[in-house]
């Protein structure tokens, strides 16, 4: 798998867990709702190895352990305002690394013409 | 997978905090109100929420990508009277009263519906946060493209 293609997960991944936290977020008062996640290290490990083959489907699952309300809902503030910021940063990183690469194939075919 | 995708599920949430801040503003508005064109007071409305598959029933839904089964939007499912009885009140000289004097008010406490109110300005603004960080992801995703 190229740097680029796992950069490409990368950034896939962090889109997708994103929307996981936005859908949280969005349910904070709606009774019943259960917290979901992604692991993100793991599902990163299975991207690469199954070599960009298939497309991605990372497996969500309701995270365990949070303290649920009354009305059954389990959405923790704390926890997914840390996870918004940890996400938007690691996307950043993601897109930072992308654009270097893009910056070096472009120095190669200038250098080499 | 698209972060516009994102900002919908965040939208969805703005707008159902919004119509939340609504009902409890006519119910604050009509915490005195004895007259209404069902006839008698007026009825503490609650809302229920609900979870909702983001782009259902939408064109955008037809395209929707397997994301979506997990990722959820909010809507309002149903705006339900509260079924408590009206308050009576002995004001012989109220046009509305009955025959004994009592006059049915409606069973409102504005304290509970200004602390319900602030929830919905909070979660409100919390999905504006979730929005503005989506914003930034998407416009950093465009610096890929210039230099």
Same mark, same amino acid.
């Given at each position: 798998?190229?740097?680029?293609?796992?950069?490409?997960?990368?950034?896939?991944?962090?889109?997708?867990?994103?929307?996981?936290?936005?859908?949280?977020?969005a349910n904070i008062d709606t009774p019943g709702y259960? =917290?979901?996640?992604?692991?993100?290290?793991?599902?990163?490990?299975?991207?690469?190895?199954?070599?960009?083959?298939?497309?991605?489907?990372?497996?969500?699952?309701?995270?365990?352990?949070?303290?649920?309300r009354p009305d059954g809902n389990?959405?923790?503030?704390?926890?997914?305002?840390?996870?918004?910021?940890? =996400?938007?940063?690691?996307?950043?990183?993601?897109?930072?690394?992308?654009?270097?690469?893009?910056?070096?194939?472009?120095?190669?075919?200038?250098?080499?013409? | 997978?698209?972060?516009?995708?994102?900002?919908?599920?965040?939208?969805s949430a703005?707008t159902a905090e919004r119509q939340r801040a609504e009902v409890l *503003?006519s119910n604050?508005?009509?915490?005195? &109100?004895? %007259? &209404? *064109?069902?006839?008698?007071?007026?009825q503490r409305q609650m809302v229920v929420f609900g979870a909702r598959?983001?782009?259902?029933?939408?064109?955008?839904?037809?395209?929707?990508?397997? &994301?979506? %089964?997990?990722?959820q939007g909010v809507a309002v499912k149903r705006v339900v009277p509260d079924p &408590? #009885? #009206?308050?009576? %009140?002995?004001?012989?000289?109220?046009?509305?009263?009955?025959?004994?004097?009592?006059? *049915?008010?409606?069973?409102?406490? #504005?304290?509970?519906?200004?602390?319900n109110?602030?929830g919905a300005?909070?979660s409100?603004?919390?999905?504006?946060?979730?929005?503005? *960080?989506?914003?930034?992801?998407?416009?950093?995703?465009?610096?890929?493209?210039?230099?």
């Amino acid at each position: 798998m190229s740097r680029m293609e796992q950069l490409s997960e990368y950034l896939d991944l962090a889109a997708f867990r994103q929307k996981l936290i936005a859908s949280n977020l969005a349910n904070i008062d709606t009774p019943g709702y259960r =917290t979901r996640d992604i692991d993100f290290q793991s599902e990163m490990r299975r991207a690469q190895s199954r070599l960009g083959q298939e497309a991605l489907s990372p497996r969500v699952y309701e995270v365990p352990g949070l303290i649920e309300r009354p009305d059954g809902n389990n959405v923790n503030l704390d926890r997914e305002g840390m996870l918004l910021a940890r =996400t938007q940063l690691q996307f950043r990183l993601g897109v930072e690394l992308l654009r270097q690469e893009f910056q070096r194939i472009s120095a190669a075919v200038k250098e080499g013409s | 997978m698209n972060l516009l995708g994102v900002l919908e599920i965040s939208g969805s949430a703005l707008t159902a905090e919004r119509q939340r801040a609504e009902v409890l *503003a006519s119910n604050l508005a009509n915490a005195q &109100t004895t %007259r &209404t *064109a069902k006839g008698g007071p007026y009825q503490r409305q609650m809302v229920v929420f609900g979870a909702r598959e983001a782009g259902q029933g939408r064109f955008a839904g037809v395209l929707s990508d397997f &994301t979506d %089964r997990y990722a959820q939007g909010v809507a309002v499912k149903r705006v339900v009277p509260d079924p &408590t #009885p #009206p308050v009576q %009140r002995y004001e012989p000289e109220h046009p509305d009263a009955d025959s004994q004097g009592y006059v *049915a008010y409606p069973a409102i406490n #504005p304290i509970e519906e200004m602390v319900n109110l602030m929830g919905a300005a909070r979660s409100y603004e919390l999905n504006v946060a979730a929005v503005q *960080a989506t914003k930034n992801m998407i416009s950093e995703s465009l610096e890929i493209l210039g230099q």
